[in-house]
């Protein structure tokens, strides 16, 4: 059974830090794109990050570039979300998504077929 699982979310006061973690399993093929989306309420879901396992390569957007950092711990079948300085407007759930390929284009949701239930991150003023 495939299994995408979030964790690390919380409530955290504004400039302080979060490590989110995302744990993937039950695959039959070795997933080569895991990103990290996020969804505020109102809006609509938008990536965040997403490293390319093959080769490690980490993309962000531009709203976090620089206080945000991706990782992979291969002998753990995880990926990791550093964020620091957080801001309240990086308030939202936030979503784990596997995908056998990486695509350039990688901020499109369509490239991930299993995502994760979510992990609420709060950041207060």
């Known amino acids: 059974e495939v299994q995408v699982v979030e964790s690390g979310g919380g409530l955290v006061q504004a400039g302080g830090s979060l490590n989110l973690s995302c744990t993937a399993s039950g695959f039959t093929f070795r997933a080569n794109a895991i990103g990290w989306f996020r969804q505020a309420p109102g809006k609509e879901r938008e990536a965040v990050s997403c490293i390319r396992r093959n080769d490690g390569s980490a993309y962000y957007a531009d709203s976090v570039k620089g206080r945000f950092a991706i990782s992979s711990d291969s002998a753990k079948n995880a990926v990791h979300l550093q964020m620091n300085s957080l801001k309240p407007e990086d308030t939202a759930v936030y979503y784990c998504?596997?995908?056998?390929?990486?695509?350039?284009?990688?901020?499109?949701?369509?490239?991930?077929?299993?995502w994760g239930q979510g992990t609420q991150v709060t950041v207060s003023s």
């Open positions: 998504a596997v995908g056998q390929y990486f695509f350039t284009s990688w901020s499109n949701v369509r490239w991930y077929a299993y």
